[in-house]
């Protein structure tokens, strides 16, 4: 029958579309209808597109709690019903029921009001209070009397409520109606004695179609007679209620009137037809009248109250009154922060007055207490803009930053204008998401790494940091290297770096003596979209372990060279004899050099300068020593573990080599025995004569200035200037670094043996006052390594020692004891000392030049140890032989005009005409290294 009645509507259904000046539309429908029916197509009627309402997330809103019953179809802009709706339970008996919906639609924030009127259909029947009516009626009742009958109740509304009233054909009783008034009219006088009871059938007929009825029983009694009914003493009554009055208040007292006496005068009051609703709000006392309060009153609920009252006296006759109950708003309801949409995470780059929510507030209470201030707390970068009705909008005032703030957490406040004030918040979680702003930083602004030469490959050098503030994979940092080359070769053949942790590997094993030092760049990078990077530099330095051996310049390796120093017979102790020289490649402590002599022909005979390598005599020279002394010395340095190197020393005690026949039979190279033995020949008789020359020139010289004598008794040492020793000095190449120029006068016919330093005229001599810099490519020209770097950092300053404090070179001396290798490490002279010792020296060499005579043998030797391969191999550049014309000298040009005189002198012509060069041929084993050397560069 529903179904039925459904179809009845349909065909009636009325849809009314209407644009407001606002916006607004407007839908009318019946009631009832299922969930899905279509009501209206408001896409269509808004002049959307379809895909505009999902784009713009459009949805149907309503007023504070009330239910939505409708709902929008977002594929095809369709209004359809979401639930069952009634309209009695909304609208009750109100002519017009309107129920309030609102379209939202976003980006842009549009509002549109939504008027949905619902139409009644006929589903209801008419009811009657009670179902059994009962009447007592006196039997005087005249004809033409009548008696109110309670009308019936149908819940719809216009034409479907009820419409007409019949009455079942009898004998007594006709129907009237007039508008809500129904009585019975007595047609014909009762009669008790024949007819106690009646029992008539009244029908409540209503408009609708189809038609609905309801029928009640009128049951008469038939009485004596009671001829006045109870009077109101007012047709309506009217009062004003609070909303939240507690229970117990009294609304309103009403009162009738019944001008019988006795039973027929005992007026009772009672509601008429009311709902259930009502009941349960209010009472009414049934001898007083008193409407009181037994429930809860809500302005918000319903507004209003009308109710029917009725006054009945003892015997059954009544009259009825209404009750008009006007509710007053009271300020009972806090504003509803309703949160309708919201962009979350928010990227931190939004520019400031970007949306990024909707608000809207509700409130319950009407007039003031309805309006509402919306407000936010302060120190966050977001505000509240009013927008549409009671909507606000959620907007960014300032730039975000997540490294700063990634998260916050934003309160909403509303407060209404009620007496007094209500006010509610709401919580905002906002997260700010994250952008690729911030580049890796690394820890240190530089980094330094230090290992050992000889070090495995794969072994940490040292580890690099950066940190990245931003979230997740941008914050994420990989390392790797930069392009680029140290000595011509990748950096990535020397180190690597572990991309997730930055540590720095090396990759190959290093070498000190090729290598001090090199820089790495490495670039951190994250893995954001763009990626962010930055660099840093490495410094790795490579420390010095002792792995090169000494290396003795002087004397040659033993059976490549002949190397003998002649010692007058008449030396004292502690003279210079000669002097062993050597370096070590390495550098620091592991090129301090030691000497020491590990087995001689006599022991106690020399000693070796621990620090200073000088060869000198013990004691005096005896007659009883024997003349061949050999001396094999240890040089050791002082790395850990040390290493060590031996060299054969060869001393000859004479004052002529005509007293050694058995020259001959010391070991040295047999294929120039034959030429040296000439080159000695001629050297004897070159040197004789220029001795002979020399003394004379000097003797002419100091006859007229002669000065106070300053001798020494052994080893003169007098240093030009003080030139700093190279052991400890971290960008140096060697233990020797400057020239020294050694001038050693050993005479036969003086017991002193006079040895002093004469200042160098080579232009790597280092003056007192400034500090010796070493070109690193004098470093390389000796070992082969031009790519090194001259820097490197030391791993710490234990080691270093003070310019006084290092061990001087193997030709720095700074006494006799020092010289006997008794004393400290060598110490700078003052520039006072070092004047003092020129002006004797000078006296020295004018004194003992006057006592050198025809039969005296001269030995000058000139040490020039500069540490590259065209100084190394000649330490003993000029040697001077008494009886002889012939200078041995390092000079190729000096060596041949020295060889062609000694030849003329003393090789016979026809040996002289075979032989067209005979000195080249008889060079010494030092001089043909120094040419050999000088042809291959």
Request: proline share 6%; net charge negative.
């Amino acid at each position: 029958m529903m179904d039925f009645k459904m179809i009845a509507c349909g065909v009636s259904f009325l849809l009314l579309f209407l644009h407001g000046a606002y916006g607004d539309l407007s839908y009318s429908f019946p009631e009832e209808m299922k969930r899905g029916s279509v009501i209206g197509n408001m896409a269509k009627d808004l002049g959307l597109q379809t895909s505009a309402l999902s784009n713009r997330r459009a949805r149907i809103d309503t007023d504070g709690t009330d239910k939505r019953y409708c709902d929008i179809n977002l594929n095809n802009g369709e209004l359809i019903v979401a639930d069952r709706i009634d309209r009695e339970g909304h609208c009750g008996e109100k002519a017009s029921c309107i129920l309030k919906h609102e379209l939202v639609l976003e980006n842009p924030l549009e509002l549109h009001r939504i008027s949905l009127h619902i139409q009644d259909i006929n589903d209801n029947s008419p009811q009657f209070k009670e179902e059994l009516i009962n009447i007592e009626i006196h039997e005087l009742a005249v004809r033409g009397a009548r008696f109110v009958i309670e009308e019936a109740h149908d819940a719809d509304v216009g034409q479907n409520s009820v419409q007409q009233y019949s009455l079942k054909k009898n004998d007594n009783f006709i129907l009237s109606v007039d508008g809500n008034t129904i009585e019975l009219v007595l047609d014909k006088e009762l009669d008790r004695e024949k007819q106690q009871e009646l029992s008539l059938l009244l029908t409540a007929l209503d408009g609708g179609s189809p038609q609905r009825s309801g029928t009640v029983v009128i049951h008469v009694t038939v009485l004596d007679a009671n001829d006045n009914a109870p009077v109101f003493s007012q047709a309506v009554y009217k009062a004003s209620l609070p909303e939240n009055s507690p229970v117990g208040t009294v609304v309103v007292t009403v009162s009738a009137a019944d001008a019988d006496e006795g039973v027929n005068g005992d007026v009772t009051y009672e509601f008429g037809h009311v709902t259930e609703d009502v009941k349960k709000i209010f009472s009414i006392d049934r001898k007083v009248g008193d409407i009181r309060v037994i429930g809860s009153v809500d302005y918000e609920a319903t507004t209003s109250f009308e109710i029917r009252l009725k006054a009945k006296d003892g015997l059954g006759l009544s009259s009825y009154a209404k009750v008009i109950i006007s509710i007053t708003d009271v300020n009972d309801n806090a504003p509803v922060v309703n949160l309708k949409s919201l962009s979350n995470p928010i990227p931190e780059n939004v520019s400031p007055g970007t949306e990024v929510g909707i608000i809207n507030v509700q409130d319950r209470d009407s007039e003031n207490n309805r309006q509402v201030r919306c407000s936010i707390q302060q120190n966050v970068p977001f505000k509240l803009v009013p927008s549409i009705k009671n909507y606000y909008s959620l907007v960014t005032t300032g730039q975000l930053d997540r490294e700063v703030v990634s998260d916050y957490n934003i309160t909403i406040t509303a407060t209404d204008e009620g007496s007094p004030p209500l006010s509610s918040s709401k919580s905002v979680e906002l997260s700010v998401a994250d952008i690729n702003d911030n580049p890796p930083v690394f820890e240190e602004q530089s980094y330094s790494a230090y290992v050992s030469e000889n070090n495995k490959p794969g072994s940490t050098l040292c580890s690099v940091s950066a940190r990245d503030p931003d979230w997740r994979q941008n914050g994420t940092v990989i390392y790797s290297l930069l392009p680029g080359e140290v000595n011509g070769a990748p950096v990535s053949s020397y180190v690597s770096v572990n991309g997730d942790t930055g540590v720095i590997h090396a990759v190959r094993s290093f070498d000190y003596e090729q290598l001090r030092s090199f820089k790495v760049h490495v670039m951190g990078r994250d893995n954001g979209s763009p990626p962010l990077s930055s660099n840093v530099t490495v410094s790795v330095f490579i420390s010095d372990v002792n792995d090169n051996s000494p290396q003795i310049l002087y004397p040659g390796p033993e059976g490549k060279s002949f190397m003998t120093e002649l010692v007058p017979k008449a030396a004292h102790g502690g003279s210079l004899v000669s002097k062993v020289i050597a370096v070590d490649a390495d550098s620091g402590q592991n090129a301090w050099l030691s000497y020491d002599i590990v087995k001689s022909t006599d022991p106690g005979l020399f000693t070796i300068g621990v620090h200073s390598g000088e060869i000198r005599t013990q004691r005096d020279i005896s007659e009883s020593d024997s003349m061949k002394q050999n001396l094999i010395v240890s040089v050791k340095d002082n790395g850990q573990p040390s290493l060590s190197a031996t060299c054969s020393m060869y001393l000859l005690i004479s004052d002529n080599l005509a007293e050694v026949p058995e020259l001959k039979d010391i070991s040295y190279d047999e294929k120039n025995s034959k030429l040296t033995s000439y080159l000695i020949i001629a050297l004897v008789s070159v040197s004789t004569f220029f001795l002979t020359f020399i003394i004379i020139i000097l003797g002419v010289r100091f006859c007229r200035r002669r000065k106070p004598r300053l001798l020494f008794d052994g080893a003169v040492a007098i240093p030009s200037a003080y030139l700093p020793p190279n052991y400890a000095d971290v960008d140096g190449t060697g233990t020797l670094r400057s020239t020294y120029n050694y001038d050693a006068y050993l005479t036969t016919g003086s017991r002193t043996s006079d040895f002093k330093f004469v200042s160098s005229y080579n232009d790597n001599t280092l003056p007192a006052d400034q500090t010796l810099r070493k070109s690193p490519s004098d470093f390389a020209d000796a070992f082969g390594d031009s790519d090194a770097s001259p820097e490197q950092k030391p791993p710490n300053n234990d080691w270093r020692f003070t310019q006084g404090q290092r061990p001087g070179p193997s030709g720095a001396t700074g006494g006799p004891e020092v010289a006997m290798g008794t004393g400290p490490w060598p110490q700078p002279p003052t520039e006072a000392e070092q004047l003092q010792a020129l002006m004797a020296a000078a006296n020295e060499v004018s004194e003992a030049t006057a006592t050198l005579g025809p039969g005296t043998m001269g030995l000058s030797t000139r040490y020039s140890p500069q540490f590259t391969l065209q100084h190394v191999p000649d330490y003993r550049q000029n040697v001077y032989i008494p009886g002889s014309t012939a200078t041995l000298t390092s000079n190729p040009q000096q060596q041949q005009a020295t060889a062609q005189q000694a030849s003329q002198q003393a090789l016979p012509p026809p040996q002289a005409s075979a032989q067209p060069e005979p000195p080249k041929a008889a060079q010494t084993p030092a001089s043909k290294k120094k040419s050999t050397k000088k042809e291959k560069k």
